[in-house]
């Protein structure tokens, strides 16, 4: 229901705009955000006749940052697709995530409460600031775990904050702190387990190139956690890797080896665990549901996944 609620927010008359919105249709992904959204209303037990829209425009907004994030690092797969702007070009990628900001905004408006409003304008704005952040440092390898954690709280659990969030926009303020900052650790372990996968997993798998982190110079947990331990010929290694505007495979997976060697993976592994405890941790607020059950079946879900 979710879907067809996007494909009605989408409707369009121009040409281009529908070629683009059935193609973002055909690549979408598991929904993730909208779920948990939906499952935070059934777990807070606070009925509310707007989750389907609310959970529909959390998915636009998701949605939107990919087709920029996609046009700013230049990639051209994603979900093992061509990306918006890989198909058509990068002038109608920013566009087009302008204009599902935009209908995302007119559905909010039409609910003519200002709460969900408020929520999410909050929410795009972090994750917008977020990504400035991490565009504006000058020595990425200079980057540091607490510097990792603001970006990715901004851009990847903010969200997921907020969808817990308006799935409680009718619940006790408790239950709603508590889905909220569920959906923050559970936004926060998302990343992280996705920042490991680009090291741990294969195109075939994920449906976009292994190391593609490494290749467009991004420093995730991994190799933060590694950095400190490497001597001075791994260092010189990683180092040469984000000198080379191309680095070629055989670089990226000599620094994923060396990360590996210096324990990146373990270490971010033990920090996605810790924020998994700290999702079901939060759950504890909630009456004992099988919505509640199926929050925590996400944490664990999500802490083993592969793509």
Do not use: W
């Not at 040409?15 to 598991?30: A, C, D, E, F, T």
């Not at 592994?269 to 925590?296: G, I, K, V, W, Y």
């Amino acid at each position: 229901r979710v879907v067809e609620e996007l494909r009605r927010i989408l409707t369009a008359n121009l040409p281009i705009i529908k070629q683009v919105n059935s193609h973002l249709l055909q690549m979408r992904g598991k929904l993730m955000r909208p779920t948990v959204l939906l499952l935070s209303n059934r777990a807070a037990g606070a009925p509310d006749d707007r989750v389907l829209t609310l959970a529909a425009v959390v998915e636009l907004i998701h949605v939107a940052t990919l087709v920029h994030d996609d046009s700013v690092d230049h990639s051209v797969l994603r979900r093992g697709l061509p990306t918006v702007n890989h198909l058509f070009s990068h002038q109608v990628s920013v566009i087009m995530g302008d204009y599902l900001y935009s209908r995302a905004v007119i559905e909010l408006a039409r609910l003519r409460d200002p709460e969900p409003l408020e929520v999410l304008a909050r929410v795009t704005n972090e994750m917008t600031i977020g990504e400035m952040h991490q565009l504006g440092a000058v020595d990425r390898l200079a980057y540091r775990e607490p510097e990792y954690d603001a970006l990715i709280g901004s851009k990847t659990a903010a969200l997921f904050a907020g969808a817990c969030e308006c799935g409680a926009l009718k619940a006790a303020q408790e239950q709603r702190r508590a889905l909220r900052a569920f959906g923050h650790a559970f936004g926060m372990l998302f990343q992280i387990t996705d920042d490991l996968i680009d090291y741990t997993e294969s195109e075939a798998v994920t449906g976009k190139p292994a190391g593609l982190d490494l290749k467009e110079h991004k420093v995730t947990l991994p190799l933060i956690a590694a950095l400190p331990h490497m001597g001075e010929e791994a260092r010189r290694d990683v180092e040469a890797l984000f000198k080379t505007s191309q680095p070629a495979p055989a670089q990226i997976a000599q620094v994923v080896r060396l990360v590996e060697e210096h324990d990146g993976l373990e270490y971010a592994r033990s920090r996605a665990a810790t924020f998994a405890d700290r999702a079901n941790e939060e759950l504890n607020a909630l009456p004992e549901t099988p919505a509640r059950e199926a929050l925590r079946s996400a944490v664990g879900y999500v802490t083993e996944r592969r793509r």
